[in-house]
């Protein structure tokens, strides 16, 4: 059963999307709840992962079957999961069951199709998480585009069209050029299969390296979304629909910065040395643009769309600090952004629900009003800003740690004035909405938080409080698989800088260099 899970796992969804097409389309409350237990069975499949999975280095829940052979190629349908990708996984199932209980009212039309795109998102997105062969990683990947561009494309804001043709082609570049990345890295190993523990063992010249890292860099770099790549995202969030932007802040973006720890990393070592100057100049900027952009923002979910960009930009600094604590810092502020940018999201979802608009100059004193609302919008803004005891605080201090100790002192400092930027924006926004006079008689008349909204808080409040205050187990199960990789990056720049051995007789069956000290498949 522990080889099937993860299979279970993914393509559960596929079981209600399935029965969502025998359901007639105007039975809008069997649509949603079907589509809600679908996700929350999901949810529950991937808990015995959790709780089951070994604190080590090692992939598991592996299983791996033959599925493509065509000429020189050979496909697997290979999956399995590490401390890398644990919690993204988890993430997902978690986020799911929100994102479509966040829809129940504010989707009228079409409800049907939009269930099953979202149920056909959760797919892709667990299948990318838990993929070990690059070809199967990459038509998950393509999976993803296909329904979030119908999402924000049918039912988006005015101009939705123009935003999904945005999001459309920045990722549909990105990824061809990952695509032509990919096959010659697989030429390069000598064909057989696209098995990414294979790939890992490959020491390609450092000229190699270079090109095929900025095919993979841009390609993630357009999807974390990083400066100067990023303007298709305050387009996309601001059109999408409530459980668009909640599914995109808080699991999407991540496949970008999941690209870097997974492939980048570990692949091109010496090109991710190269880069990192270049990545973390990018980072810092996009922290301090992305900032200073916000706070000059009129639109509440557009001010909340760039502060995605800065907090990306912090994981992506402690990324490429290359160190132990940066890149857990990375990834556990992954996590963390994942539920605060997706609460949110949701929370500017209540009251454009309410008010159909988002102008901040529409709102003022709405505490007085809606005082749940009111202490809810406070505690996430307060984990947006990384208050202490919230889960903002842990990851950002690691990240911060991690790129001083390595060779990004200076970005790090800088980068510490976008952390008071965004207590100045996020703190200014919140004042000007929920505190001063109560004057605009609309906001006078509207209702608190319903018991639905309330459900649908609860578990992200809760996280905030349990990643803020115990972020240990989070941490200790990331920590042996970013070890493994960080030894991988190492150990292939230590072969690579070792001069060249005088002329010697051929080695007509030299192997490549075997850094592979995961077990493969069990």
């Known amino acids: 059963m522990n ?3 993860l299979s279970l796992m993914t393509f559960s969804p596929l079981a209600g999307l399935l029965l969502l097409f025998f359901i007639p389309k105007n039975s809008h409350g069997l649509l949603r709840g079907v589509a809600l237990a679908t996700s929350l069975v999901t949810f529950v499949i991937s808990l015995p992962i959790m709780t089951g999975f070994v604190t080590n280095a090692e992939f598991q829940f592996v299983q791996k079957v033959p599925w493509i052979a065509a000429g020189p190629f050979e496909m697997s349908y290979h999956v399995g999961i590490d401390g ?8 997902t199932t978690f986020i799911m069951p929100i994102a479509i209980l966040s829809t129940w009212t504010a989707v009228e039309e079409r409800v049907k199709e939009y269930m099953i795109f979202l149920l056909l998102l959760e797919v892709g997105m667990l299948g990318a998480f838990v993929s070990l062969d690059m070809f199967l990683f990459y038509i998950f990947w393509e999976l993803m585009l296909i329904p ?3 999402i924000i494309g049918i039912w ?3 101009n939705r069209i123009y935003a999904t043709l945005k999001f459309f082609i920045y990722t549909m570049v990105g990824s061809l050029l990952m695509l032509i990345a990919l096959i010659v890295l697989y030429f ?5 299969d696209f098995n990414i523990l294979r790939f890992y063992g490959l020491n390609l010249p450092a000229a190699t390296q270079t090109w095929m890292f900025l095919a993979f860099a841009l390609a993630f770099a357009i999807k974390v979304p990083m400066f100067p790549f990023h303007t298709w995202l305050p387009d996309a969030h601001t059109e999408a629909p409530t459980a668009g932007s909640v599914i995109l802040a808080a699991i999407l973006l991540k496949m970008g910065t999941y690209g870097y720890v997974r492939f980048a990393m570990p692949l091109f070592p010496q090109a991710t040395e190269q880069f990192t100057p270049l990545i973390a100049t990018l980072s810092v900027i996009g922290i301090i643009y992305a900032a200073l952009v916000a706070m000059v923002q009129e639109d509440v979910k557009k001010l909340v769309a760039y502060s995605s960009v800065a907090h990306l930009g912090f994981v992506m600094l402690g990324v490429f600090a290359l160190n132990q604590q940066g890149v857990a810092g990375g990834m556990l502020q992954m996590l963390n952004h994942g539920v605060s940018t997706g609460a949110l999201f949701l929370i500017v979802g209540f009251i454009y ?3 159909h608009t988002r102008l901040i100059t529409d709102f003022g004193g709405l505490s007085k009003q809606m005082p749940i609302f009111a202490t809810v919008f406070m505690i996430v803004t307060l984990s947006s800003i990384g208050l202490p005891g919230t889960n903002g605080f842990v990851g950002e201090f690691l990240v911060l740690v991690g790129a001083y100790e390595s060779n990004l002192r200076w970005y790090t400092v800088i980068a510490t004035s976008g952390v008071i930027l965004s207590a100045v924006y996020m703190l200014w926004m919140f004042q000007r909405v929920m505190f001063g006079e109560l004057s605009n008689p609309k906001n006078q008349v509207l209702k608190d938080l319903n018991a639905r909204e309330i459900v649908i808080m609860v578990p992200l409040i809760v996280m905030i409080f349990v990643m803020g205050l115990y972020p240990k187990p989070f941490i200790d199960r990331m920590v042996p698989a970013i070890d493994k990789m960080i030894l991988i990056s190492k ?3 230590q072969v690579a800088s070792v001069p060249a051995m005088p002329a010697m007789p051929a080695m007509p069956h030299a192997e490549p260099m075997t850094v592979t000290p995961a077990a493969e498949e069990k």
């Not at 890398?84 to 993430?91: N, T």
């Not at 390069?188 to 057989?192: C, D, I, L, P």
Request: proline residues 0%.
């Open 491 to 493: 150990t292939k720049q």
């Open 156 to 158: 988006g804001g005015k």
């Open 84 to 91: 890398i990708s644990l919690w993204l996984v988890i993430l």
């Open 353 to 355: 629900e309410r008010r």
């Open 3 to 5: 080889d099937m899970i």
């Open 148 to 150: 979030m561009y119908f």
């Open 188 to 192: 390069k190993a000598g064909g057989g």
